[in-house]
Structures are given as C-alpha cells and as structure tokens.
C-alpha cells in the first residue's frame, strides 16, 4: 500500500488519468443501471417496436429528419422536446426509443423524459447511423404537421 501511495504522489498526472479512464469506464458499464436509461441496438429495437408498440422518437432536426428517419417516428427536434411534451403524453404506457444522429442528444432526450415521468425509456445506441448500418429501411421526406 505504501509503493502505492508512493507512486500516485510521484506521478500525479498518470493517477489522475488513469482514475479519469476507470470512472469513465465504470459509468459505461453501469450507467443504465444508475439512469434506468437502456441502451438499445438497432435488432433489439426492431423487436420492441413489433412486439411490445414502441414508438420512436427522433429528437434530431428537420433537415436531418427528411434525409432519412425511421417508419411511424415522432419526430420532436430536442430543442423543443421540452415545450411539446404534450405530444408524447398519449405514449406514455408504450416503450419510447429516442433517435438522433448517433446516439448523444437522444441520451439528453431520454434524461428529459425520465424527469417526465416517462419510466420505459430506451436510446437507440449508435443512433440513426447504426439503424443504416444494420441495413434497416429509412424512409425519406419532411416529419408530417
């Protein structure tokens, strides 16, 4: 313990970046525990939305919407995810799948919605590029008004 403590105050900056490392690693393993937030691939979606009338939520903004979105998506831009929760109130008893990009502003999203009350709340890991890199069908055009 003492060649420890011994090295950690002689290389105080390899310590820090190695504690820096493990904490980020230790949230990835356990930050859906602690969130309640699952991460889902786009197959285990796929699943969610046929068998238990999931309903996703593309949090990603209107240009970027009509280049490419999921069938049936609800399409509400996170900058306005906050002022139109109205909208999802009727889905509330469904799974809700946020969508963006990649994969981070729909884990804002999902955070939004949990403070909502929302409880079966999942992010689409690796977002709408995983969904294509899945081979799974988008389909192009501006969100419906």
Known sequence: MEQFIEFAGNHTSLFLGFSV???????????DQITGITSLLPQEATLLINHEDAVILDVR????????HVLNSVHIPLSTLSNKMGLLKKYKEHPIIASCMSGGRSGQACRILKKEGFEKVHNLKGGIVAWQNANLPLIKGSPKK
Request: charged share 15%; net charge negative; hydrophobic share 45%.
């Open 21 to 31: 490392v493990s904490g980020l690693l230790v949230w990835s393993l356990l930050g």
């Open 61 to 68: 903004e209107a240009k970027e919407y009509a280049q490419g």
